[in-house]
């Protein structure tokens, strides 16, 4: 589907969310790719008054460059669809489902992709013992770009047990995930929505310069080197790839999305896992989809096009 010039496309951006910044630079991207390309763009900060003012706007189509809650979860795309506007990327039960790993362990592992074994655990109830063997990794259930994500390890300034004055995602969040570390390399594979079939872009490697790939390492210039294609196996990039595939399908994404991996190199194809697939993932200069997707041949203003057009398609059928 080819985009009329001067499309009316309201960026939505920004939110009270953990990812804010990360969402304000994903829409400052979108929105300067998306005018260079002739199109009419209304830039967004989302408030509490976000629905009165996309209403006032009169968009043809919602570009939803939100990260994290309400942005990801489902929220926004209820809203959306209640107010009968397009929007891009996953819609409301896909959004609901992916934000919640302990959700999407359950859609896709009955489908044959090998996810951590893990379960909820009350903050609380760390300070007494361990849920799991160390070393174990916690997180909340439903945030993205690795934000609270802790690694307890017997070298852990913690303590052990977990010690409740201690620095960690005990003291932000209620419960949390609890699963068994997984040692190797830190892979992600994007998938586009083409016309044919979803389409994976390859494979990164992230290399970072210390600790593990998370928020602060994601988002900081020079912390982590991406690597693509990355230099593995091709069995292993193969399964990547149809996993990812699989996983956005199982989980019935639309535009884009990224899913993350750890691989245990030393245990060959049984050591490759699923952490999760992100549904929006960020379109900052440092992110991963854009640069796959550069090095595809799509330019990051035709990037930002497609996504514009996969919405204006589905939202065409839904009214056919």
């Known amino acids: 589907m080819t985009i009329p010039a001067g499309t009316h496309i309201l960026v939505l951006m920004g939110g009270w969310a953990n990812e804010r910044d990360v969402s304000l630079s994903s829409g400052k991207g979108i929105a300067d790719a998306l005018e260079s390309k002739g199109h009419r763009v209304t830039r967004l900060d989302m408030d509490r008054d976000v629905a009165s003012k996309i209403a006032a706007a009169k968009p043809d189509v919602v570009f939803n460059a939100l990260h994290g809650v309400p942005g990801e979860d489902g929220t926004v795309q209820g809203m959306l669809d209640l107010m ?5 990327h996953s819609g409301l039960a896909t ?7 302990q959700l999407t362990k359950q859609a896709l592992i009955p489908h044959g992709i090998p996810m951590p074994g893990g379960r909820i655990v009350k903050s609380a109830d760390l ?11 916690l997180k909340p259930v439903n945030e993205g770009s690795s934000v609270g994500v802790a690694i307890v390890t017997d070298e852990s300034d913690c303590g052990n047990p977990i010690n409740a004055d201690a620095k960690g995602p005990w003291q932000q969040f209620s419960q949390l995930l609890a699963e068994p570390f997984i040692r190797g390399r830190e892979l992600t594979t994007a998938v586009i929505d083409e016309a044919a079939a979803p389409r994976a872009l390859g494979v990164t490697e992230l290399i970072v310069e210390n600790g593990f790939y998370d928020y602060e390492n994601k988002y ?13 196996p091709d069995e292993i990039a193969s399964l990547c790839e149809e996993f990812a595939i699989r996983a956005h399908k199982v989980l019935g994404c639309h535009g884009t999305s990224r899913t993350d991996f ?3 190199d030393e245990r060959g194809t049984d050591g490759l896992f699923v952490l999760e697939t992100n549904t929006q993932p960020g379109m900052t200069p440092l992110s ?6 550069r090095y ?10 497609m996504l514009v057009a996969d919405a204006l398609s589905r939202a065409a059928e839904g009214a056919s």
């Open 220 to 232: 900081t210039d020079g912390k982590t080197t991406h690597i693509f294609p990355a230099k593995i």
């Open 288 to 293: 991963l989809v854009p640069e796959q997707a």
């Open 95 to 101: 959004s609901v489902v992916a934000i919640d790993k």
């Open 127 to 137: 300070f007494a013992g361990d849920p799991v063997a160390r070393p174990y990794v």
């Open 84 to 88: 009968g506007i397009a929007y891009t």
């Open 262 to 264: 750890r691989w245990d």
């Open 296 to 305: 595809c041949g799509i330019a990051y203003p035709d990037l930002c096009e």
